[in-house]
């Protein structure tokens, strides 16, 4: 029998108590894979495991019809149970640009042909959502050429379950007659028509005169008309119609008059005329007190004291041209003006309208280029100004400014707004090429004001024609 030994026993009095009582970690397996070893720990374990598949089969149905119908067949190829679900799942969008993708250098006979095809696909979609109890609440045209038959039995399914919210119909050209089909959804929320011609009233093809004064959209609150051939008493009778807008966005019409705006519930309002001579002669705001924006180009609206007095929650306005505000606006706090500073005249206008609105947060600005009257001479905008302006001193903080070619003037203009602006935060310069002429933050009303040059060769104002650009927080800023 081997020797007493002391030292052995202490050993294992000593080691009697486990790794994890001593703070030592236990120490992982590792299995040899390709490239080094992989550590099958606990932690390792939990987190290669699939919570997402794990869910209850009803709360991944969900998922899927919260995301669009591409995006989910995208989700679907993931796993054998994913694609069961997706081929379950009951899509209510129809968007003819999932339909059948083009490729990307595709000829334009080809093309042609293919959004014709398009027409057949979309009829075969709605009349199988038809026939498996499966409603429709949004259909999104824009690159499809269907005929009048075609767009007439689409708007005629898509209002037998009066369940339809959402729909953009944009044709390339406008030889098709708006079906009165239309008319029937009454469950629509958003409307979106560009190249079509008002349904006529009586004949073969036309609404019957008896149904005229019937139909309504009762929960209507977005409108967008682009390039429609429709008379401005049609817009009228139109709006008259549509009791709960509260965005309304024309642009580019195709026959001219004079329009006048009633509506009670409008929020925004929206007039792109572009450079087309078929333009409204005058656009006038009668009744819409509860209107908070109003975008038009060009100017076919002047805001007088008449103006004023319909629109008096109005705070964000634009695009001006040429003129001023022509009354004292209290309630703007964003607008957005286009003037030649290069012509003496204009440059007294855009200075009144700084005086006119003496609450004014956010001030966009487009310096258009033109013939120049100054003739080396410099100007002082203080002497022009006649004093302290209100909305200087006050209340303005951010100015975005767009010009292509500095001018002297130009330059002049820039550095008295930075000199007299008090609480100036920011402005932003759409011309990287005057940094170094600008006023020393010494010398600026505001020297904590930040000056950005952006790069994106955006020196035209642009407007965002959609009729849910009352959502954006500042439409200029595109």
């Known amino acids: 029998m081997a020797p007493f030994n002391p030292n052995n026993s202490r050993r294992k009095a000593i080691n009697t108590s486990s790794p994890a009582e001593r703070g030592v970690a236990k120490r992982n397996l590792r299995k040899r894979t390709r490239g080094g070893t992989r550590s099958l720990g606990p932690a390792d374990e939990s987190s290669s495991q699939d919570r997402l598949s794990a869910l209850p089969q009803d709360m991944l149905f969900y998922i899927l019809t919260l995301v669009s119908l591409h995006d989910a067949a995208r989700i679907a190829v993931l796993s054998k149970e994913w694609w069961h679900l997706f081929s379950e799942c009951q899509s209510d969008t129809i968007d003819d640009k999932y339909v059948c993708p083009e490729r990307p250098r595709l000829e334009t006979s080809l093309r042609c042909h293919l959004w014709e095809q398009r027409s057949h696909r ?50 390339p050209c406008p030889e098709l007659c708006l079906p009165h089909f239309i008319f029937n959804c009454s469950s629509l929320r958003t409307l979106s028509l560009s190249n079509f011609r008002w349904p006529h009233i009586g004949g073969p093809y036309g609404v019957s005169t008896s149904y005229i004064p019937s139909w309504t959209l009762p929960v209507l609150a977005e409108l967008t008309l682009r390039l429609m051939d429709m008379t401005v008493h049609n817009v009228m009778d139109f709006l008259r119609r549509c009791p709960a807008l509260l965005s309304l966005s024309l642009c580019f019409p195709r026959r001219g008059g004079s329009l006048i705006i009633r509506c009670k519930n409008l929020l925004s309002l929206t007039i792109d005329g572009g450079n087309k001579s078929a333009n409204y002669n005058s656009v006038g705001v009668e009744e819409a007190p509860k209107l908070e924006r109003l975008l038009t180009r060009p100017p076919t609206l002047k805001l007088g004291v008449a103006a004023r007095g319909a629109m008096p929650r109005l705070h964000t306005a634009g695009v001006f041209q040429k003129y001023g505000l022509q009354v004292v606006w209290e309630q703007l706090r964003t ?124 020196y035209t104002l642009e407007l965002n024609t959609s009729a849910s650009n009352y959502k954006l927080a500042d439409p200029f800023m595109l």
């Open 122 to 171: 979309i009829s075969g979609a709605l009349f199988d959502s038809y026939i498996k109890d499966r409603p429709i609440r949004r259909l999104i045209i824009k690159q499809t050429l269907p005929s009048s038959e075609e767009i007439s039995y689409w708007l005629n399914m898509l209002s037998l379950d009066a369940v339809v919210e959402e729909i953009v119909l944009e044709m």
């Open 335 to 458: 607008v957005a003006l286009i003037t030649n500073l290069d012509d003496s005249s204009e440059v007294q206008q855009a200075i009144m309208s700084l005086h006119n609105m003496p609450n004014l947060e956010t001030f966009h600005m487009q310096m258009k280029n033109g013939p120049s009257d100054a003739k080396g001479k410099s100007t002082s905008f203080e002497k022009i100004a006649g004093g302290p302006i209100k909305c200087l001193e006050s209340s303005l903080k951010k100015v975005v400014l767009r010009v292509q070619y500095m001018s002297r003037r130009k330059l002049e203009f820039v550095n008295f707004l930075l000199g007299a602006a008090k609480v100036l935060k920011s402005m932003l310069i759409c011309n990287n090429r005057m940094g170094g002429e600008l006023l020393h933050p010494e010398s600026r009303g505001s020297p904590g004001a930040q000056v950005v040059f952006l790069q994106n060769n955006k």
